[in-house]
């Protein structure tokens, strides 16, 4: 099992930033790739963002390229979510996700940290 633990969600206007952590700790060997993913009040989960535990390789949503950056501490064992120009509809549950190596969906998820931007 992976246990991931997220923090720094909050309440920020528009056009300000936040940034997310996760950490892991567990059988931190069977991360392949970590994530962030959002779900906002009535709609489905979404992909936001994720990033390989070795060698980087990020990638994200249409939705937020330019603005968020995902990056990870390989010491820490924790990935980050620097959100930049935050916009209302970006208000949301933001939850932290990882994948195993050659599994498609994900396997583990963190409890969910929430972001609020105000207009």
């Known amino acids: 099992q992976v246990q991931l633990v997220e923090s720094g969600g909050g309440l920020v206007q528009a056009g300000g930033s936040l940034r997310l952590s996760c950490a892991a700790s567990?059988?931190?060997?069977?991360?392949?790739?970590l994530g962030w993913f959002r779900q906002a009040p009535g709609k489905g989960r979404e992909f936001v963002a994720s990033?390989?535990?070795?060698?980087?390789?990020?990638a994200y949503a249409d939705s937020v390229k330019g603005r968020f950056t995902i990056s990870r501490d390989a010491a820490k064992i924790t990935v980050y979510l620097q959100m930049n120009s935050l916009k209302s509809e970006d208000t949301a549950v933001y939850y932290c996700?990882?994948?195993?190596?050659?599994?498609?969906?994900?396997?583990?998820w963190g409890q969910g940290t929430q972001v609020t931007v105000s207009s």
């Open positions: 567990g059988r931190t060997n069977d991360i392949y790739r």
């Open positions: 996700a990882v994948w195993r190596p050659g599994v498609n969906d994900v396997d583990y």
């Open positions: 990033i390989s535990w070795i060698g980087s390789a990020p």
